[in-house]
């Protein structure tokens, strides 16, 4: 498991799951760190600006999580 050391913006290679297209409208998502009570949150969100995700699903303390918590989203979007 994959340990995320210091927060820093998010790129593509520093993310080893693959984010599935949003399940609303097939668009792409991206990771956004965010800060919560002093915390760093992570949440994602659809980078359609007319998408009901556009707004991003709830955060997560690890980028890992919310990623897993998209894809699962997604999956369910599609069956
Ligand atoms: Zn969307």
Redesign the pocket.
């Known amino acids: 498991m994959t340990k995320f050391p210091e927060p820093k913006p998010l790129k593509d290679e520093d993310i080893d799951v693959t984010l599935k297209?949003?399940?609303?409208?097939?668009?792409k998502?991206e990771v956004v760190e965010t800060r919560d009570y002093g915390m760093n949150v992570y949440t994602i969100h659809?980078?359609?600006r007319k998408?009901?995700?556009?707004f991003g699903v709830a955060p997560y303390q690890q980028a890992s999580e919310v990623i897993q918590a998209w894809n699962w989203r997604g999956r369910y979007g599609h069956e």
């Not at 998408?51 to 556009?54: A, F, H, N, S, W």
Request: net charge negative.
């Open positions: 297209p949003c399940p609303f409208c097939g668009e998502p659809c980078t359609n998408c009901l995700l556009y």
